[in-house]
């Protein structure tokens, strides 16, 4: 009896990355340029979820801090940005400096409502961590009636 595996999103987009760096890497090694201009890429998220609260994390190497755009959109967190890559190559008679610009854009729907004034986004090291904290109704409050 065969077994079927599950595939997850974030494993179909990593693998279509890694296949799209092999291809353009062989391209690179020829001195042929795959893509001209710019080039808009997928990026790998990971979710994580505790109690308090939802946290997002992507790996955005060679991305400047400053030139990424985090919105929220009713129940979307859209993470949009550019990346820079300069490849250098050295050669006996020769150097060469090549420079790409991809633009990336994720859109995650967001499971339950979140508190607008309490998320906070760190980038370090080339990793963004966007915590979301998760609204709770405030609880009951009684009131008593006096009575005169």
Known sequence: MSELIVW???EMSKLR???DRLINRCWDDLGMN???????????????????ALTVRAELLDTNPKDLDISLSQDKLIIKGRRHEEIVRD?????????????FSQSIQLPFRVRVEDIRATFK?????????????????FIKVEVI
């Open 17 to 19: 990355r890694d296949l």
């Open 91 to 103: 050669g006996s008679y020769y150097n060469r400096v090549e420079r790409r610009l991809a633009s």
């Open 8 to 10: 997850k999103n974030q």
């Open 34 to 52: 795959l893509f001209l201009g710019e080039v808009t890429q997928d990026i790998s998220v990971e979710i994580f979820e505790t109690k308090d």
């Open 125 to 141: 090291q080339g990793v963004l961590d966007i915590v979301l904290p998760k609204w709770r109704p405030k609880k009951r409050r």
